[in-house]
């Protein structure tokens, strides 16, 4: 099994989730998607969930000390995984840094109509989280998932003002990691408007599997 350190970077809906996905099939890597920990924290409705869900609402960043609190002791004795959606400040990825050295971060760049255009279509199924989208890869029945017929569902914060608000939070907040990134020598880019096939050959090119 491979024991690589890979870190997901780009806006939302730039298919993050998607490949990391099948890059989790491909190796056995640990996927770790901080936006899926959290949705589960707010469906159980725990202390944490009730915290984080008026920030997710908005499209708003859920504030860096439950972040990393979260996140932490998923990561420190892990001995390889890939990060979907962490880190997303500059505080988060020096937080990373003294947790555990990572050894790629691949940046999947899509622009901003291509990403609205994207999640207004995004479709995940309740059971499973595989994801759809109507428009480049749809069910094949109406509503169900073609792998566990699972109900598929609209995530709430991809309505068209908060699709916004997110790829202008990405653009404030998070960007600016790609710099960190890059003057570090850590940094690969990806272009995210290529079919996700040619892009999860690229990315298994780049770790190496
Ligand atoms: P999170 O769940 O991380 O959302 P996100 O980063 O906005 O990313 P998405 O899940 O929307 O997109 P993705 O890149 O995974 O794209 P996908 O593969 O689904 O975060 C949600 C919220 O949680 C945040 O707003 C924040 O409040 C909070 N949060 C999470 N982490 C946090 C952190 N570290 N700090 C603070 N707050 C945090 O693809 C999108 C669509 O495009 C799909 O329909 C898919 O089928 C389609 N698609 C994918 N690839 C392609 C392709 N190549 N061509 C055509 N269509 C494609």
Avoid: W
Wanted: hydrophobic residues 35%; glycine residues 10%.
């Amino acid at each position: 099994m491979m024991k690589k350190k890979i870190i997901l970077l780009g806006p939302p809906g730039a298919g993050k989730g998607t490949q990391a996905k099948r890059i989790v099939e491909k190796t056995g890597l640990l996927h770790l998607s901080t936006g899926d920990i959290l949705r589960d924290e707010v469906a159980r409705g725990t202390e944490l969930g009730k915290q984080a869900k008026a920030y997710m609402d908005r499209g708003d960043l859920v504030p860096d000390e439950l972040i990393i609190g979260m996140i932490r002791g998923r990561i420190e004795n892990a001995d390889g995984f890939i990060l979907d959606g962490f880190p997303r400040t500059v505080a988060q990825a020096e937080a990373l840094e003294q947790i555990t050295p990572v050894d790629v971060v691949i940046d999947i760049e899509l622009e901003r109509d291509e990403v609205i255009r994207r999640l207004s279509s995004r479709r995940v199924c309740r059971n499973c989280g595989k994801i759809y989208n109507l428009i480049s890869n749809p069910p094949k029945l109406d509503g169900k998932c073609d792998a566990c017929g699972g109900e598929l569902y609209q995530r709430d914060d991809d309505r068209p003002e908060v699709i916004e608000n997110r790829y202008d939070v990405y653009t404030s907040s998070t960007a600016p990691l790609i710099e960190f990134y890059r003057s570090r020598g850590l940094l690969v880019e990806v272009d995210g408007k290529a079919d996700p096939d040619a892009i999860f050959a690229r990315i298994m090119e780049i770790i190496g599997g």
